[in-house]
């Protein structure tokens, strides 16, 4: 299991793309962070809300991370999909027959990728976000606000990469999560607390294990789902 996680490492960074990914990501967090922040100021500074007005950090961030989150959705679905689009997905399997380890490779690759990648892209979010609402950003936990968004970000890149197996299109992939991560938060919030997309903002904003599990649970799901249609299904 080893050689096959060190080989999709290797395989993932011989690439221009999970670059270009994890640059947008981290730029994109801080970029809309910023923005939101200085849209608060700006309210302020016109009289739209009172001088003594604070706002958490998180909020700002919390969005702008579900901007940034889809950089990273890019990136992990491009450790299964470009394999898949090239044809090398037939020599990848040829080398690792027992296909298990060929998704659970990628996962890992994915998981430690998406963590590290959002802890990044949380830490600059809140820097930037913090800089613009100056003596206006309410006290906060940083760490802990940073690390919360981190696995939330890991397991979006988990999930990414079953649906990845599954759907084997860049297109459909990318569709798929955006839908379940952004798009779906427009049902109702009674409904949305068991979605990945409702349940991954209530996690980043501090609500309780609850909706960690929820998104641990999906993950989990599309994991075990995609095995054995990869077992079974030709490449």
């Given at each position: 299991m080893?050689?096959?996680?060190?080989?999709?490492?290797?395989k993932?960074?011989?690439?221009r793309?999970p670059?270009?990914?994890?640059?947008?990501a981290v730029?994109?967090?801080?970029?809309?962070?910023?923005?939101?922040?200085n849209d608060?100021?700006?309210?302020?500074?016109?009289?739209?809300?009172?001088?003594?007005?604070?706002?958490?950090?998180?909020?700002?961030?919390?969005?702008?991370?579900q901007?940034g989150?889809?950089?990273?959705?890019?990136?992990?679905?491009?450790?299964?999909?470009?394999?898949?689009g090239t044809g090398?997905?037939?020599?990848?399997?040829?080398?690792?027959?027992?296909?298990?380890?060929?998704?659970?490779?990628?996962?890992?690759?994915?998981?430690?990728?998406g963590?590290?990648?959002g802890?990044?892209?949380?830490?600059?979010?809140?820097?930037?976000?913090?800089?613009?609402?100056?003596?206006?950003?309410?006290?906060?936990?940083?760490?802990?606000?940073?690390?919360?968004?981190?696995?939330?970000?890991?397991?979006?890149?988990?999930?990414?990469?079953?649906?990845?197996?599954?759907?084997?299109?860049?297109?459909?992939?990318?569709?798929?999560?955006?839908?379940l991560?952004?798009?779906?938060?427009?049902v109702?919030?009674?409904?949305?607390?068991?979605?990945?997309?409702?349940?991954?903002?209530?996690f980043?904003?501090?609500?309780?294990?609850r909706?960690?599990?929820?998104?641990?649970?999906?993950?989990?799901?599309?994991?075990?789902?995609?095995?054995?249609?990869?077992?079974?299904?030709?490449?």
């Amino acid at each position: 299991m080893k050689h096959a996680i060190t080989a999709e490492w290797g395989k993932i960074w011989s690439l221009r793309s999970p670059w270009f990914c994890l640059v947008a990501a981290v730029l994109l967090t801080a970029a809309m962070a910023a923005t939101l922040a200085n849209d608060f100021v700006y309210d302020i500074t016109q009289g739209r809300l009172p001088e003594s007005e604070t706002l958490a950090v998180l909020d700002p961030l919390t969005q702008a991370m579900q901007v940034g989150q889809l950089a990273l959705v890019a990136l992990a679905m491009l450790v299964v999909t470009s394999e898949y689009g090239t044809g090398v997905i037939r020599s990848t399997f040829l080398a690792r027959p027992r296909r298990r380890d060929v998704l659970l490779a990628k996962t890992a690759v994915a998981a430690v990728v998406g963590f590290a990648a959002g802890l990044a892209s949380a830490a600059a979010g809140w820097a930037a976000a913090a800089l613009l609402l100056g003596a206006h950003a309410r006290p906060g936990e940083p760490v802990t606000a940073c690390l919360r968004l981190a696995v939330v970000a890991m397991l979006a890149c988990m999930l990414t990469v079953a649906a990845g197996f599954l759907l084997r299109s860049a297109a459909g992939t990318l569709t798929t999560m955006f839908v379940l991560l952004v798009g779906l938060q427009l049902v109702d919030p009674r409904i949305g607390q068991y979605l990945p997309g409702g349940a991954a903002v209530a996690f980043a904003a501090g609500d309780g294990v609850r909706n960690v599990l929820v998104l641990v649970a999906w993950t989990a799901a599309a994991q075990l789902a995609a095995g054995p249609i990869l077992a079974r299904r030709d490449a």
